[in-house]
């Protein structure tokens, strides 16, 4: 029985550190014949009649790693001894020696073989009969791993600390050397946690030896409270070998030879606990760290990128915009805004450059005198957009650049004027050119003073006087004053133009002339000489020539059609020519004055009273019942015969007032309201003919129209 109990203290081996293996959640299920664990609610009795007491449940912590060396055998691995040596009284400890410093310390007896019905029965495991009780290896300071779920632990007795003892997980079991947990075996335990057990039953430990003459207290004191510290330190060594033995509890059969423990490959066990990746897990992993390696490309891309980006764009400066000049009626605008993009990459990223430099209209100093003024653009690739508006806001014309020199102001006054210059890609030959818009806004007034000019500055009398106007804005027809007679302007190719008729007996010298138009008036002088005429003296007055229809003769119908307006002028393709396609002639001419009973010096000086004075011509024909043609173009006004001595009269328009009359014809080939050309069959004539042209009411000499002899009808 002696050799039973007693063990021989074994010298700690240094063990391999192995890895730390995680531990499984799952506890290890008992044997079937193995009792359930008793609860927190009662303690089980101890199998030797000893009682024990479970520790106050406490919130789990993660367990301190394990840096103890193994120094029992496979005996030790069993719960605590049944009979545990009491602790010596208080008087006898206080008259034992403490041991001196360099006293070895006493080999811990042999722990108790606890009875096999208090032990719970682990599940069975293959026993090694070359393998030796395995030990708690040091655990290398590693990080802790989470605390596996919570096990079922098996019934045995733990010792309960003390108040001043640490916690099994805050003291690190490296600190109780191999030496002192095998000393405290022999350390009795506290009544508390032993129970009542007889002085005689208790096991004295061996080796230790007290001064006798160590008589302080206090020394006494220190000793015991160094034993007491080695008792709980042993205490709590064994607790963490026990729990180790439980994780991997060995055979109880017996005591096994002291030999290597056996070293655990923790990665392999790391490699059984965890479950093995399935193929979807794997690729998405794969394609996962596929995409952060793209995803780091991509940021890597960018960032070279946007750098390059970032000193393009401080490299587009205004430098880069374009330079539009634009000047109108010669006068250079300034621009009132602009929105330039210059390119940095390409059409793709742009900076913009944007101002508006004036808000309203740039007010030009000079006038517009022209009805078509230019506008000129440089560079003229662009394209452009030009708006302009009247006072009252109307539109007067939109368009472009080009389109606008065509068009001619209808009126004076005061314009507001837009004007957008704009280049774009889809213009632009190169992609890369800077594209957007510049703007100008302007107001000008057109103040344009039609041209007046006296075609005809000299004149004689019996011809015509001519006066032109320009375009006039307001499109109304000038006026014009004097003491000649006019039928007033009439609408021309390039404005307005004024006849004035000079009667054969007009006064000779200078006349002036008042122009008024578009608001400016303008005073023409007007010279008129004297025309050459003839006088004829008879003795009696049945040689007058006959017919004669004088200025106060007309019918009441041709008197009727002179006063209406004339329309446009028709005698400008062609002119005039005379009425006879032979010669013929002349009884009577314009201005010749017929005299009857006039004494010698009468007529010496041309002097007298009672001659006449023609204003028409009389013409009479090579042969009777000769054919006539129409002068010039024209409109026919009247074509019937009057009778008497007027016999068929023709009265045609030309135009501007000017009015063709013939009467003793004898058979007419046109009739009221048709539209004659010149050289058109007008009629037969008689013996006779009497011809008049006449600008309004007032009689010109017709044979200088006809041979081209008046210069004042060259004008329309």
């Known amino acids: 029985m002696e050799e039973d109990k007693k063990s021989t203290a074994v010298q700690p081996e240094e063990a391999p550190k192995p890895k730390p293996r995680r531990r499984k959640a799952a506890s290890p299920q008992p044997a079937a ?29 993660p367990r301190a790693k394990k840096n103890t060396k193994t120094t029992k055998t496979a005996k030790s691995k069993t719960p605590k001894a049944a009979k545990t040596t009491k602790k010596a009284p208080a008087d006898e400890t206080q008259e034992r020696k403490a041991p001196a410093q360099d006293s070895p310390v006493p080999a811990a007896p042999e722990l108790a073989e606890p009875k096999s019905e208090s032990k719970p029965e682990p599940p069975e495991t293959p026993a090694r009969e ?96 160094r034993m007491a510290n080695i008792s709980r330190t042993a205490q709590l060594s064994i607790a963490q070998i026990m729990a180790g033995l439980e994780e991997d509890p060995a055979p109880s059969a017996g005591p096994a ?83 330039w993009h210059v390119p940095v990459v390409g059409s793709f990223f742009r900076r913009t450059y944007a101002e508006t430099l004036n808000s309203s209209p740039v007010v030009l100093e000079d006038a517009i005198s022209d009805a078509s003024p230019d506008i000129i653009v440089t560079p003229s690739d662009y394209s452009t957009q030009l708006t302009i508006t009247d006072a009252d806001k109307e539109t007067v014309y939109e368009g472009s650049v080009t389109g606008f020199r065509s068009y001619l102001f209808a009126e004076n006054g005061t314009f507001d004027a837009k004007l957008v210059v704009t280049a774009s890609d889809s213009a632009a030959e190169d992609r890369s050119s800077v594209t957007g818009t510049e703007t100008w806004q302007f107001r000008f007034t057109v103040s344009i003073k039609p041209s007046v000019t006296l075609c005809t500055p000299t ?102 059609l002179l006063t209406t307006d004339g329309g446009e002028i028709q005698w400008a393709v062609g002119g005039f020519v005379q009425p006879f396609l032979d010669s013929f002639d002349t009884p009577l001419l314009y201005g010749m004055t017929e005299y009857v009973g006039r004494s010698y010096s009468e007529r010496s000086t041309n002097y007298g009273y009672g001659g006449r004075t023609s204003t028409n011509v009389v013409i009479k024909p090579k042969k009777s019942k000769d054919s006539m043609i129409v002068p010039a173009s024209g409109h ?41 050309k010149q050289g058109q069959l007008l009629g037969t004539s008689g013996r006779t003919v009497v011809a008049e042209l006449l600008i309004g009411t007032v009689p010109i000499n017709p044979l200088l129209v006809w041979r081209g002899q008046c210069d004042g009808l060259k004008y329309y």
Request: glycine share 8%; aromatic share 6%; with cysteine.
């Open 636 to 676: 026919v006004l009247l074509a019937e015969g009057l009778g008497g001595s007027y016999g068929y009269t023709v009265v045609i328009d030309h135009g501007a007032g000017l009015r063709s009359i013939f009467y003793g014809l004898t058979a007419l080939d046109v009739k009221a309201g048709d539209d004659v």
């Open 257 to 339: 030879p002291a030999s290597e423990a056996p070293q655990h490959d923790s990665a392999a066990d790391d490699e059984d606990d965890e479950p093995q990746d399935t193929i979807p897990q794997a690729l998405g992993r794969g394609v996962f760290g596929m995409f952060k390696w793209l995803l780091l490309v991509v940021l890597f891309v960018l960032i070279i990128a946007g750098g390059g980006v970032a000193w393009l764009y401080r490299s587009a400066t205004p430098d880069m915009l374009p330079e539009v000049k634009v000047t109108f009626d010669g006068q250079e605008l300034a621009p009132t805004a602009y929105k």
């Open 33 to 61: 014949d193995t009792p359930p664990a008793p609860t927190d609610s009662a303690e089980p009795p101890a199998a030797d009649g000893q009682s024990t007491k479970k520790p106050a449940a406490s919130p789990k912590k």
């Open 459 to 560: 004149v004689q009398q019996g011809s015509v006087a001519a006066v032109r106007v320009g375009s006039t804005m307001s499109r109304t027809e000038p006026t014009l004053t004097g003491s000649l007679e006019s039928t007033g302007f009439v609408k021309a190719a390039n404005g307005w133009i004024c006849y004035l008729p000079i009667p054969w007996n007009a006064e000779t010298g200078n006349t002036e002339l008042t122009v008024t138009a578009d608001g400016y008036t303008e005073t023409l002088t007007l010279s008129v000489r004297a025309a050459s005429y003839s006088y004829k003296d008879y003795s009696a007055k049945s040689q007058l020539t006959s017919p004669y229809i004088g200025a106060d003769d007309a019918p009441d119908a041709v008197r009727r």
């Open 130 to 225: 070359d393998a030796a009780a395995p030990t708690v290896p040091d655990v290398p300071s590693t990080p802790e791993l989470p605390e596996p779920a919570e096990r079922a632990e098996p019934a045995v007795t733990e010792p309960e600390p003390t108040a001043d003892a640490p916690a099994a997980d805050d003291t690190p079991a490296a600190e109780a050397p191999p030496e002192a947990a095998a000393a405290d075996t022999a350390v009795t335990d506290t009544p508390e946690q032993t129970g009542d057990v007889p002085a005689e039953d208790a096991a004295e430990p061996s080796g230790l030896v007290f001064s006798d003459d160590l008589a302080n207290d206090k020394a006494l004191a220190a000793e015991a409270a």
